[in-house]
C-alpha cells in the first residue's frame, strides 16, 4: 500500500472517531446542563473545551475562561459573577462550524476528503456513506436543527456515525487499508478517554451520581459500567473501569491492545518503534498497581495522554514518513494540545 494511501486511512479513521466523539460528549454535556445554573452551566462547557483541546489554557487560567472561547453572538446566559456563556450556540459551534477544527462537520468533511482519494480502495457502500453524511450536515437547515432539538440532532449524528462503522465492519477486507483506519480510530479513542478523566476526574468526589454518569455518558460507558462496578460512584472506580476495562471497547488498554495488535501485523518484521511505544504503555497500564496510580491520577492520565500522542507520530514517521503532512493533519485535529 502506498505510504500517503495509508496516512489518508489512518487520519480517516482518526477524524471518524473525532466526529463521534465530540457528538457524544456535546449530548452529555447538554444534557447535564438542562436543570443547571449559568455558572454550573460554564463550568461543565470549561471542561468539554478542555477535553476537546479547543483551547490551550495557560497556567492557572479557569476553565470557564475556556468555556467562554466556545461562545458566539449574543443572546447570552449571564452568570451572578458576571462571566458570559450560551451553551446552546457553543453546543452549535462544536457540532455545526467547520470553522472550529474539531467539530463534527469539520472532521467529516475531513473524513470524506480523505476517502475520496481512495476510492478504488474502498467499498462504494463507505463512499455513499460518507458523501450522505456530509451532505446531511451541510444542508441549510442543519444548524436550525441542531438549535432547535439538539438531542435528536447528535442522536441522528451517533446513528450516521456508527452506520458508518458498521460498513466498515461489515463489507470492508481485513487489508492493510482497513487496519491502518482502525489503528486511527482507536489510538484517537483512547487520547479521547485520557483527556475526558482528566477533565473530569476531579469533579468525581463520589457525592453526585449527576458527576459518574455524565463522565460515562460522554463515552457511551454508563450502562456497561452500572454492569461491572454495580453503579459505584467512587471517582477511582470509574478511572479503573474507563482506563483498565478489557472488556469495554472504549476503554484505554482495550485501544492500546487493539492499536498493537494492528502495527504488529502491519510491521513486515522487527519491532519498529511504534509496536514498542505501544507495547510499553500497554504493558504499564495492564500491570500498573493501580491504587498506587490514584494517588497523582492526573499527572499519570498526562503521562499516560502523551504516550499514546508519541505511539501515533512514531507511526507517522515509520509508516508514513511525510512527517511535515502529518505535523499539519495533527494542527487540524487538537489545536489546543501541545
Known sequence: MLARHAEDMFWAGRYLERAEDTARMVRATLLSTVAESPTQAMRRMGNLARTLRLEAPAPGEDV???????????????????LVIDVQAAATRLVCSP?????????IGRARENFRSLRDQIPSELWEEINRFHLQLHHADFPDAMEQDPFRTLDSIRVSCQTLNGVLSTSMARGEAYRFLVLGQNLERALMTCRLLQ?????????????????L?????????????????????VARFLLLSEAFPRSVLF????????????????????????????????FADFDEMTANLPDHLRALEAGVRDAAEMV?????????????????IGPGAP
Open 99 to 107: 470553522a472550529v477544527a474539531g467539530s463534527v462537520v469539520f472532521c
Open 316 to 332: 507517522g514517521d515509520h509508516f508514513f514518513r511525510n512527517a511535515e503532512v502529518f505535523t499539519l493533519h495533527s494542527q487540524a
Open 217 to 237: 455518558r460522554s463515552v457511551s460507558a454508563l450502562e456497561a459500567y452500572q454492569r461491572a462496578m454495580h453503579s459505584s460512584p467512587l471517582a477511582s472506580d
Open 64 to 82: 470557564q475562561t475556556m468555556a467562554e472561547h466556545l461562545t458566539s453572538a449574543p443572546p447570552m446566559l449571564r452568570s451572578p459573577a458576571g
Open 199 to 215: 477533565a473530569r476526574y476531579l469533579e468525581m468526589d463520589g457525592s453526585s451520581y449527576d458527576e459518574m454518569a455524565l463522565t
Open 255 to 286: 485501544c492500546l491492545q487493539l492499536s498493537e495488535s494492528h502495527v504488529g501485523s502491519l510491521a513486515a518484521n522487527g519491532q519498529p518503534a511504534p509496536l514498542r511505544r505501544l507495547g510499553q504503555l500497554r504493558s504499564g497500564l495492564e
